[in-house]
């Protein structure tokens, strides 16, 4: 078995708790992008030398080198308007001429090497092709130029809004009902419990989890605003832990219904409900932590593909809407982990809508049924029973599992379709079964009565058989 989960029913703390179930940016938008343009780079042109500047050229204005390096200095200077002083007469005997003329060649050798070497570097610069590149764009401008934008979101602001939004659509349950054997001596044992729910309908629609509601005698609903009514059981789910309850009532305050197929891993996640059933409304933040979780409660019931949230859920907060950053309702919350912190859950709001619809048009609440028993595939079970895919609904025989039940039920639509105990279910009317949409994802979409088409692998080859979908059995 695996570990148990608690969901989120809450009993007021004087009372014995009659929920059958013990109780889980984008970055910044770029500013814009600015395109680099192609920069070619050049030798930096030098200062005017000191001997060829007046005093204020040479500290202000950097000045071209000059065209041609060899050309006298006299030549440069004339151009410039500037006369460069007559050296002092040197004695009758020259005695200092050699002297003065080593000096000239000394300078004259030495702007020569320093030319020839700019020269060299320069070319290779150029051949290698380094000096045409783009300049490289500094770190800062990089950090705010990208391809594509996303928009920006606030997620304190996205808090705030979807509390204002939905708080006043989600109501406080309490039931009142009856535990205890009705041959025990000393009778049955009243009992309170307290949850949340949604109203996705103005006149009284309000949708919240079957263990909730489950069993109870009396259902009393408080809005945000103070109003309290009179609430009855609509119907129970039969396929996962939801409920519908009615309230005689119009024009009530209603929560903006998303859609859970276009949730994210690691997107914001907004929890709203009442803990305890003492704190009501209230509104706690997280994120989605992953999707297609299947837990089981301490009464044996397994509920299969649910979000993971470590957005707070506590007991009064089954039933509550789970929100992202639009303030939509993409899940119900129904239940937490007892020995660990962060870790609570809620079914997908897809999941829901097909009940939700049905309520609204009148019609009994019903879900599609095959009538098989089946493992989801993953990559670990297909290595270990060397099956040849690793997705799919797998009709594992009993040997496989600790069940001695069929993997497929006598006389039910997946026997008259023909479906044998091995075949792996690939696909419904072509919408390959993955972890991301499980087999039971996929027929939630349909209704009772309806003919689909199966993929099945059987015996390495593939086969379409057709089936028309059976209404589940309550007692499933």
Do not use: C
């Not at 704190?279 to 649910?306: E, H, M, P």
């Amino acid at each position: 078995m695996s570990e148990p989960f608690e969901t989120a029913p809450d009993p007021v703390p004087t009372q014995p708790v009659g929920d059958p179930w013990a109780a889980p940016v984008p970055p910044a938008a770029p500013v814009g992008d600015a395109p680099t343009q192609p920069v070619s780079y050049a030798p930096t042109a030098d200062r005017r030398p000191a001997w060829a500047a007046t005093e204020d050229d040479a500290e202000q204005a950097p000045r071209p080198t000059p065209e041609h390096w060899f050309d006298p200095a006299s030549t440069e200077a004339a151009a410039s308007g500037w006369t460069r002083p007559a050296p002092a007469a040197l004695p009758a005997g020259g005695g200092n001429r050699g002297g003065t003329r080593f000096l000239g060649v000394v300078v004259v050798v030495s702007l020569v090497s320093a030319t020839l070497a700019s020269a060299g570097t320069y070319g290779l610069l150029r051949a290698s092709g380094s000096i045409d590149q783009p300049a490289a764009t500094p770190a800062a401008v990089r950090g705010q130029t990208v391809t594509a934008s996303q928009p920006a979101v606030d997620e304190q602001s996205a808090i705030t809004v979807a509390a204002a939004n939905v708080s006043p659509a989600i109501v406080t349950i309490t039931e009142s009902g009856a535990s205890g054997s009705p041959n025990d001596p000393f009778g049955q044992v009243p009992t309170t419990g307290i949850g949340s729910g949604v109203i996705f309908d103005s006149n009284g629609w309000i949708v919240t989890n079957k263990h909730v509601v489950a069993g109870s005698t009396q259902l009393e609903v408080a809005l945000q605003d103070g109003r309290q009514f009179s609430g009855t059981i609509y119907g129970i789910d039969t396929l996962t832990d939801l409920a519908i309850v009615k309230v005689e009532a119009t024009g009530l305050p209603t929560a903006p219904i998303g859609n859970s197929s276009t949730a994210k891993v690691g997107q914001l996640a907004i929890a709203i409900g009442s803990p305890l059933g003492t704190y009501t409304n209230s509104v706690t933040a997280g994120i989605i932590s992953a999707f297609g979780r299947t837990i089981q409660v301490q009464d044996g019931t397994q509920i299969n593909n649910l979000i993971q949230t470590d957005a707070a859920i506590n007991p009064g907060n089954s039933g509550g809407a789970l929100l992202d950053a639009n303030g939509d309702v993409v899940g119900i919350n129904t239940a937490v982990a007892q020995t660990a912190e962060g870790i609570g859950f809620a079914i997908p709001i897809n999941i829901a809508k097909p009940i939700m619809e049905q309520a609204l048009a009148g019609q009994k609440l019903a879900r599609p049924w095959i009538g098989i028993r089946y493992q989801a595939l993953t990559l670990q079970i297909a290595d270990q029973e060397k099956l040849p895919v690793s997705t799919g609904a797998w009709l594992a025989p009993a040997s496989a599992g600790s069940t001695t039940s069929p993997a497929v039920v006598p006389d039910s639509p997946a026997a008259k379709a023909g479906l044998k105990e091995g075949d792996i279910i690939t696909a419904v009317d072509g919408i390959p079964i993955t972890a991301v949409t499980p087999l039971d994802d996929i027929l939630t979409q349909y209704t009772p009565g309806t003919t689909v088409a199966l993929d099945v692998l059987r015996d390495g080859k593939t086969i379409t058989l057709t089936v028309t979908l059976g209404t589940r059995p309550a007692n499933l």
